[in-house]
């Protein structure tokens, strides 16, 4: 009992570590990506644009001084002055002002549907890094265990037990994990660059790695249900807009209201004395823009038409894609659970066989050779550990961005 309580808080513990330390990175991501600041600042310029939608057209102003002054009765006109305003048919303020909400709503999910799509690619990433570093422990630890080796070959040697062959099978297979432990920092480096790249931050900043995961022991309950996922949902605003677009449409159709006025200056008569002479005029008027060849408004209703149909042959299409991805994730990582455990199971057995051959030369034998055999199947067996690992909570990433759990 001792011994599970102990295992469940090592798990809960690695649980916290994980959650603290990619929860962080993934925060400075998403408040500083590019990619998403620059979703947010399209979404606030679509939100100026609701504002702009509210705009009537522009007010018309004129002036004209007659060159040849039109004589009336009342006397001649010398001037002529207008204003005129155009306002749109009752309902195309509203029916714009909702368009441009409605394309607003759809920035707004590029925003999330940006934000989780980072969160993917640095868990991802800090997965790949985990590995790296794991694979370096490894390969460190099997290093200073060919080098207690070693040290036995030798002292088998000095009695006549081994040969010095043995001893350079010893410090070559030494050598080449040397190797592999460079190439390893060398591949450290390179993807902590692709990871601080992610951040926005300098290539060459620290990144700080738990040092161990574990995968958790029985079955887990996945949904297979994307729900309402922001790649579907933002084919149905999509769609809202196109609606709220044909909406608009209509309502443009429809004539157009002007309101004016016209004030003419006029001079006094000299030459006889008459009522009113020198009367100014003023002339209220009101105008009606009306579209008679409407074409284009047809066109429009029959290309918004297409245009929804469209969208949802996308979505349609798109769940798809997602589903069968999520699929593929849960699939995958089941696999990696069982590949996990298999590879705990093979290092037991490898250790097993490990206290034989230790005990084996206490007896006065050792067969180097076969000590070689099994560190090697216990450094792939510790690698594929590693490797079901990473998969694992990478396709728990995939799984996370799909589903949301």
């Known amino acids: 009992m001792k011994k599970i309580v102990a295992t469940i808080l090592g798990l809960y513990a690695t649980s916290l570590a994980i959650g603290q330390t990619l929860e962080s990175y993934i925060e400075e991501a998403e408040a500083n990506n590019p990619e998403v600041l620059a979703f947010e600042i399209r979404y606030h310029i679509s939100q100026k644009k609701i504002r702009e939608a509210k705009t009537l057209p522009n007010t018309e102003l004129s002036a004209g001084l007659f060159i040849s002054e039109p004589e009336t009765r009342t006397g001649a006109q010398k001037m002529r002055f207008s204003i005129k305003q155009m306002l749109p048919w009752f309902g195309t303020v509203t029916a714009r002002e909702n368009y441009a909400s409605s394309l607003s ?170 009522a009113d002479s020198g009367k100014d005029i003023l002339m209220p008027m009101v105008s009606l823009s009306i579209s008679i060849f409407n074409n284009r408004y047809k066109s429009i209703s029959a290309q918004n038409k297409l245009r929804k149909d469209q969208i949802m042959a996308q979505k349609a299409d798109r769940k798809n894609l997602l589903e069968s991805i999520l699929i593929s994730a849960i699939n995958n990582t089941e696999a990696a659970k069982i590949s996990y455990n298999t590879q705990i199971k093979n290092l037991e057995e490898a250790g097993n066989a490990e206290d034989i051959l230790i005990k084996n030369y206490e007896t006065g034998t050792i067969n180097f050779n076969d000590v070689l055999d099994v560190q090697e199947l216990q450094l792939q067996f510790q690698k594929k550990k590693i490797e079901a690992t990473k998969d694992y909570y990478s396709q728990r990433a995939v799984i996370n961005y799909l589903s949301n759990q």
Do not use: C, W
């Open 105 to 274: 709503e759809t920035d707004y999910l590029e925003i999330a549907i940006a934000k989780r799509k980072l969160r993917l690619s640095v868990s991802q990433a800090y997965y790949k890094l985990y590995a790296i570093k794991a694979n370096q422990v490894v390969l460190e630890e099997n290093i200073q265990l060919l080098k207690s080796y070693k040290r036995l070959a030798l002292a088998s040697v000095e009695v006549g037990k081994a040969s010095a062959v043995d001893v350079l099978r010893l410090q070559i297979r030494q050598n080449e994990m040397l190797e592999q432990l460079k190439v390893l920092e060398l591949k450290f480096v390179s993807e902590s660059g692709v990871f601080n790249t992610l951040l926005n931050r300098a290539q060459d900043s620290e990144v700080s790695i738990v040092g161990n995961l574990t995968i958790p022991i029985g079955q887990e309950e996945v949904s297979k249900d994307l729900g309402l996922h922001p790649e579907l949902e933002k084919y149905d605003r999509l769609f809202q807009s196109v609606t709220q677009f044909e909406e608009l449409n209509q309502k443009e159709s429809n004539p157009n209201l002007g309101f004016g006025l016209d004030y003419i200056p006029v001079a006094e008569r000299t030459d006889m004395a008459i």
